[in-house]
């Protein structure tokens, strides 16, 4: 329980109103219950707060309300992600293994992870202060793991990985799988043997049932900050760079290089061996083919900068009526008309 002068101070907000209303959770303006904190960003969600049983509400904007406290922040979706944590802690896990845990004897544990039922520790292994392992999770020789990340159950780490501080990888993702390398060699396909490693920055997070492939050579990178959702590929010898999007459903191939603060959107595809810049926006479904700049937006597939391929899909809508009007002037001029009306 909070006091809404409580959660301002937390919020670096203000308050106005009753400072001293408690508060007993957060929820959404639709199912608030009385004792609930809930948030609005436009008009249309602060009418539906105003109506609702909520006892206060979070706010960016110019209101006023005569019935319930405001909490006023710099930005409402932001105070949105910093408050939620308040009412809803995350899981915490007391230090100390399992019974069922199996670790070689060279592996070094902190004394302050905590290692969950049916993990395997291989040789060699570091995993540092506040690590948590929830349970069957392989570890590979050789991997180091940094403080205060967290794997979610059936996380399958193979041997090399490092990976960072606070990083957190959900259930099923597996991390230094070998890359998809192969030679033609007498009419059969001849496995290149994939020696590299992963190396997952500070603060990445990686969704569930993601793979990312070891470098044949050397390491494929994921970049300090970078979220990747559910169900995204990334190939060998990848290196992404700081603070990216991925969305669910992306591909990227082996060798290409990706920049900072750049977005893959969902089901976006990258052939590999590219270079996609600093802060570049790939839309949903978009198959990128070529070099991308720094800055720009790309999309369509073939994906190409957001203006023309736009111009292309303007131009397709009116190709109808334009093969309609050609047949009419074929007709005029005597020539034979099209095989099929145009909308056949």
């Known amino acids: 329980m909070f006091t809404a002068a409580q959660i301002a101070k937390e919020l670096d907000g203000e308050v106005i109103g009753d400072g001293a209303l408690e508060l007993t959770g957060f929820a959404p303006a639709t199912t608030a219950r009385a004792g609930d904190l809930t948030f609005a960003e436009n008009e249309s969600f602060f009418q539906k707060a ?6 206060a509400i979070l706010i960016d904007g110019p209101f006023t309300s005569a019935h319930k406290p405001l909490i006023r922040v710099a930005n409402a979706r932001i105070a949105f992600a910093r408050v939620l944590p308040l009412f809803f802690p995350e899981r915490t896990f007391a230090p100390g293994l399992h019974p069922s845990v199996l670790v070689d004897p060279s592996a070094q544990i902190d004394p302050t992870a905590h290692i969950g039922p049916h993990c395997v520790i291989g040789e060699k ?6 690590v948590v392992l929830q349970g069957g999770n392989h570890i590979g ?10 794997l979610f159950p059936n996380v399958v780490i193979y041997d090399q990985t490092q ?24 009419g059969v396909h001849r496995k290149v043997p994939q020696v590299g490693h992963v190396i997952l920055q500070d603060d990445v997070e990686i969704g ?6 070891r470098g044949a050579l050397g390491p494929t990178t994921i970049g300090k900050g970078t979220k990747i959702d559910n169900l995204v590929q990334i190939g060998h010898n990848v290196s992404m760079g700081e603070h990216c999007l ?14 900072h603060n750049t977005t893959l959107a969902g089901q976006v595809g990258i052939a590999g061996h590219l270079k996609v810049g600093n802060h570049v926006t790939i839309a949903a479904q978009s198959g990128v083919m070529h070099d991308v700049p720094d800055g720009e937006k790309w999309l369509g597939a073939p994906a190409q900068p957001d203006r023309q391929a736009k111009r ?24 034979r008309p099209p095989l099929s009306k145009p909308g056949d």
């Not at 099923?172 to 030679?183: C, E, L, T």
């Open 50 to 55: 105003e109506q609702s049983a909520a006892a």
């Open 125 to 130: 292994v570091k995993i540092g202060p506040g």
């Open 141 to 150: 020789r050789n991997s180091v793991i940094g403080a205060e990340s967290r």
């Open 163 to 186: 990976i960072g501080q606070r990083v957190r990888i959900h259930a099923g993702a597996v991390i230094g799988a070998d890359g998809f390398g192969y030679v033609p060699d007498s």
């Open 208 to 213: 569930a049932n993601v793979t990312i492939d």
């Open 246 to 259: 991925v969305v669910a459903q992306v591909g990227v191939a082996g060798s290409t290089k990706i920049g």
């Open 312 to 335: 292309q899909m303007i131009a397709l809508q009116h190709l109808p009526e334009l093969m309609r009007r050609v047949g009419e002037l074929e007709k005029q001029v005597g020539r």
